[in-house]
């Protein structure tokens, strides 16, 4: 896997995509921070982490909040602490 600059990829994309085709996957960076990936359309979604207190409602794909684990989790912290832990994903 490599990573390359935005100006980089847009500047030699048709390469990039050509060495997505043969099975390598491309990591574009912005401001040294990676916002997007080249790959193959045969490679597997990589796995995304679900926190235990969220779940996937099936039709939508969106997440909801199991009541009985976020209900315990608000006995035991602030407010702010809540919302400052929800957004970490813990």
Not at 77 to 88: P, V
């Amino acid at each position: 896997m490599q990573a390359v600059g935005l100006f980089d990829a847009k500047t030699h994309f048709s390469q990039y995509v050509a060495r997505a085709e043969a099975g390598e996957e491309i990591i574009i960076m912005r401001h040294n921070k990676a916002v997007a990936k080249i790959v193959p359309l045969t490679a597997k979604p990589s796995a995304v982490v679900i926190p235990k207190y969220v779940q996937r409602v099936f039709h939508t794909g969106d997440f909801l909040v199991d009541v009985s684990q976020a209900t315990q989790l608000a006995g035991q912290l602030e407010d702010e602490e809540i919302i400052a832990k929800m957004r970490r994903g813990a």
